[in-house]
């Protein structure tokens, strides 16, 4: 189906930019690509890494760094057009200014004000860019659709709200001279929390942001309240509008009549799964139709409708799919093909030999062999035996004592230690070049591949440098046995020497003059072994040299090359084969509210897919290639990869995709009648009751459905029959009701009075959940009483008593011995801690039990101190997480949670007074 209304999908703080970062991977790369859907998130938090999943141009922060220097100077010119409004006499704390609004609404509208210009332009570009898009595209609609989507009760999305909606549309229709409709998504208060919670001050402030929200919206989506919304930002930007802030409001939490979703992410993946339906399929013009419907519903004369005293305002997302996740399954084989593929990367292999081979073809272990142990250095004489010979011959028996060691020290080879260096140099280069063309040779090459190549450098059994450490030991036991051989030379050249000096001594010798030719010769082969010996050391020392360098050289390039590609690759396998090879298929139905999908898939089937993929095609190659060989894998380029093999199977392997989704409905539900029986049951229409917010009555339904003729085949005509469209969406793996009939969120509005009791507890605070000043006096609130200074005083004690050990376990009980004396405080924590207070106003038990934590506390520096609070509070905090996010707690729970929070509100005060104090 046709991508063909430009729509803006518009995420507002923190659960806008969750929507839109999970509705940018559920929506198709090719529909991106068509540019008539674009995405933007305002929000003030720097520190979400989900902001670097976003385009530069999809994302503003509004956070204003320094925010005190304004709250705090209300009257200076900063505040001109923010003094009128925001709260007075604010107890300003925690926020900084640049990491959220933290559930405070006016902080929120304050960052917009501040940043005003910044979010006008960036709103403005958008609605260009698109108008750009589709200026000159035939059957385009020239309306601008916008999706807002915001939580109604934290601080930045609730805060910039109505401002954002009403700067939108004046942008589109004024400055832009475009008609547009704005749909506001809002996620209620339920959804953030398992209710009933323990924790009042957080359910207080969650529940009156919510009221105060949907209040001011109610104001000005009232039909009957002849109000224009008017604000002022600056001296030049001013927003008068008399028309509603939404032309359509979906109200969401997690829970209907029927079926609860989980929590908030579960929520999250609901909203982001009806915004894919509503995109991909309600982007073309029988979706479109339906939609029109429902705003003629929302617009038309109150008094044609079956309900004629209510003004229909509200309505939720009411989407019922048969679905065959084709995104998924796409996904799910190409991570089945990429394990293939890592499985084939890592095959056995005999690195012991593929070494070798490359030592061999490098002509580099020919350096451990002596005849070859020239490539380093050149002797030409290798041989001095017939010099010494002759030169001892030619000494008279009298200067024998004198000149033959002189002739002996002279016969030894001198090296040349800087032409060997030289040589050494040389040699490495170029065998390290050589070394790293043949790996680089090997990466590209399919038979051995990156896992082989990575193996080579990091084998357990045998690796290169292993190999390089065999071969120096190798060299080094030779040096060795040289040394040996040398040792015994100079033993034997000193006994020769010895007998030849005492031959020359003898009468008869010396009278004729002659020598022992025995012991000449022997003289002579001993220098010259002695020569050649000394030569091997010093080039055997000098091949050691060699390796040691040609080791550190190789062990570099791993590091920066081999090392890279693979972490970058196991990365890939970490952020997408795992991923993708966890994707779960089963026939299932998955509901939300007024949302029905039903989940169609065969894995016997998919894997079959697979396993035809990889006997029929030469898998290994192709992926060889849509890799680059490896050459440019980098862990940068990841998300391009991933593109890239997913064009890859769509491009190639389209054809074994395809699938017969109404053969699958049909299995699941056995009928046709039952498909659409099952497809019917999202359901209503939410209305407004007069000018008081969802009083009196809340909930009545009414069906609100798109008529159109369609396909006359299978179950398409006995949805025909009941005046339901069944649609095929963008492509034939999803079946659709038509979108638009729609659900009640009731769960919330069985807690309206709830809410409405902490809106009015809160109302007159200086922390006030308005930031229209209209809202801001409601009558007789009630404020939740803080602990007094004596009782903060002894729930400290109490706490610092059990994290410092005073008080410990034994047996059942928690027990504390107060000057020798044991005192039984109860069998949990709970009881002890009443038990200590009940004993208060007992001296004998109190005095003992202060002085004694007294006594403790002295041994400890307040930065010990604040690093034990510190600790405490953020295991307490996780606790607390926990059970807040149980559906239901049972009574020892409850009170354990109110015992949390009272722990860490009271620590966090102490904490705040040592860092102070610092």
């Given amino acids: 189906m046709e991508f063909t209304i430009p729509t803006i999908v518009i995420g507002l703080g923190g659960t806008g930019l969750k929507v839109i970062y999970r509705l940018k991977n559920n929506i198709p790369i090719e529909l991106l690509e068509k540019g008539l859907l674009k995405f933007l998130v305002i929000d003030s938090d720097k520190n979400d890494p989900m902001i670097n999943e976003l385009e530069a141009d999809e994302y503003v922060n509004i ?15 900063a505040a001109k057009f923010i003094r009128p409004w925001f709260p007075a006499n604010l107890p300003f704390k925690v926020v900084s200014g640049d990491e959220g609004a933290k559930q405070f609404r006016a902080m929120g509208r304050l960052y917009l004000f501040k940043n005003i210009d ?46 954002t909606a009403y700067l939108v549309r004046h942008i589109i ?75 359509v409001c979906y109200l969401i939490d997690d829970e209907n009549e029927e079926f609860p979703i989980g929590g908030l992410d579960d929520t999250l993946d609901a909203i982001a799964e009806s915004l894919t339906v509503l995109l991909t399929a309600g982007i073309g013009t029988s979706i479109k139709s339906a939609e029109d419907n429902l705003y003629t519903i929302l617009t038309t004369n109150q008094k044609n409708q079956p309900y004629s005293d209510k003004n229909y305002l509200y309505s939720s997302f009411g989407t019922s799919s048969i679905i065959y996740p084709y995104e998924k399954v796409k996904r799910y084989i190409l991570g089945k093909l990429l394990d293939y593929f890592d499985k084939q990367l890592s095959k056995d292999q005999d690195y012991t030999k593929i070494i070798y081979d490359i030592f061999s073809l490098l002509k580099i272990e020919e350096l451990t062999k002596d005849d070859l142990i020239n490539s380093i250095y050149n002797i030409s ?86 190999y390089i450490d065999k071969t120096k030991e190798s060299l080094k036991n030779e040096i060795e046995q040289h040394q040996l051989s040398l040792n015994k030379l100079n033993e034997d050249l000193k006994i020769y020497s010895q007998n030849l000096e005492k031959d020359s001594k003898k009468f008869l010798n010396k009278l004729l003059n002659k020598k022992n030719r025995d012991l000449i010769e022997k003289i002579s082969k001993a220098v010259d072994n002695l020569n050649n010996s000394l030569t091997n050391i010093i080039l055997k020392e000098a091949a050691i040299n060699f390796y040691q360098k040609l080791a550190l050289m190789l062990s570099k390039y791993r590091n920066e090359r081999i090392d890279k590609i693979y972490d970058a690759w196991n990365s890939f396998r970490r952020d997408f084969i795992s991923p993708y090879l966890s994707i779960k298929f089963e026939s299932k139905l998955s509901s939300w509210g007024n949302r029905i999908n039903f989940y169609l898939a065969d894995k016997e089937k998919i894997d079959t897919i697979v396993e035809n993929i990889v006997n029929n095609n030469k898998i290994y190659e192709e992926l060889f290639r849509v890799f680059d060989y490896f050459e440019k894998f980098e862990y940068s380029k990841l998300k391009e990869y991933n593109i890239k093999l997913l064009n890859w199977i769509e491009e190639g392997y389209k054809d074994y995709l395809n699938i017969d989704l109404e053969d699958l409905a049909i299995n699941l539900f056995k009928t046709e009648d039952n498909v659409v029986n099952n497809l019917e049951r999202a359901s209503s229409i939410l209305f407004r009751y007069k000018s ?48 638009v009939r729609h659900g009640l969120p009731l769960y919330s509005f069985v807690l309206i009075e709830n809410m409405k009791k902490a809106y009015n507890e809160v109302i007159n605070t200086s922390l006030s959940p308005h930031i229209d000043p209209f809202y801001h006096k409601v009558e007789d609130p009630t404020i939740q009483e803080e602990l007094s200074e004596k009782e903060l005083q002894m729930y400290y004690k109490i706490y610092m008593a059990f994290l410092l050990d ?77 059970l807040n996010n149980k559906r239901t707690l049972n009574n020892d729970e409850i009170k354990e949670l109110k015992d949390i929070e009272r722990e860490v509100e009271v620590l966090q005060k102490y904490l705040d007074s040592i860092q102070v104090k610092k």
């Fill in 63 to 77: 956070g204003v760094p320094g925010v005190a220097s304004i709250v705090t100077n209300l009257d200076s010119e």
């Fill in 118 to 163: 910044k979010i006008f332009n960036i709103i403005d570009r958008t609605v260009k860019s698109l108008r750009a898009k589709f200026a000159n595209i035939p059957n385009v609609s020239k309306t601008i659709n916008v999706f807002l989507v915001s939580s109604t009760c934290g601080g930045t999305g609730s805060g910039i709200l109505l401002d």
């Fill in 173 to 247: 229709e004024q400055e832009n001279a475009n008609p547009c409709l704005i749909k506001g998504i809002l996620v209620l208060p339920t959804a953030f929390h398992p209710f009933p919670i323990s924790d009042e001050s957080e359910r207080k402030n969650i529940f009156a942001n919510g009221f105060a929200t949907l209040k001011e919206i109610d104001y000005y989506m009232n039909p009957n309240v002849e109000t224009s919304y008017t604000v002022k930002y600056t001296e030049n930007k001013e927003i008068v509008s008399n028309k509603a802030p939404f032309d």
């Fill in 381 to 466: 004489n290798t041989s001095i035996y017939s010099e010494i010979y002759e030169r001892i011959n030619q000494i008279g028996n009298d200067e024998i004592s004198i000149k033959l060691q002189e002739i002996i020290k002279n016969g030894y080879t001198q090296i040349n230690q800087e032409n060997v260096n030289q040589r050494v140099e040389e040699l490495i280069k170029t065998k390290y070049q050589e070394f790293v063309n043949l790996i680089e040779e090997y990466i590209k090459n399919p038979s051995y591949g990156l896992k082989i190549v990575y193996d080579l450098f990091t084998n357990e059994n045998m690796n290169i440098f292993k």
């Fill in 692 to 739: 008081q917010l969802f009083d009196d009555s809340l909930v009545k339904k009414y069906e609100v459905l798109g008529v159109k003729d369609v396909s006359s085949t299978r179950f398409y005509n006995v949805a025909k029959i009941r005046d339901i469209e069944v649609v095929e969406s963008y492509n034939p793996y999803r079946i659709s009701m038509l979108q």
């Fill in 806 to 882: 005073l008080i410990t376990k034994k047996d059942l009980n928690y027990v504390i011995n107060l000057e020798g004396v044991e005192h039984i405080l109860g069998k949990d924590k709970i009881e002890a801690i009443e038990y200590i207070k009940k004993n208060s106003g007992n001296p004998d038990f109190y005095i003992k039990f202060n002085n004694l934590v007294d006594k403790t506390l002295s041994n400890y520096t307040n930065e010990s101190l604040a690093l034990i609070l510190k600790d405490n509070i953020d295991k307490k905090a996780k606790r607390a997480y926990y």
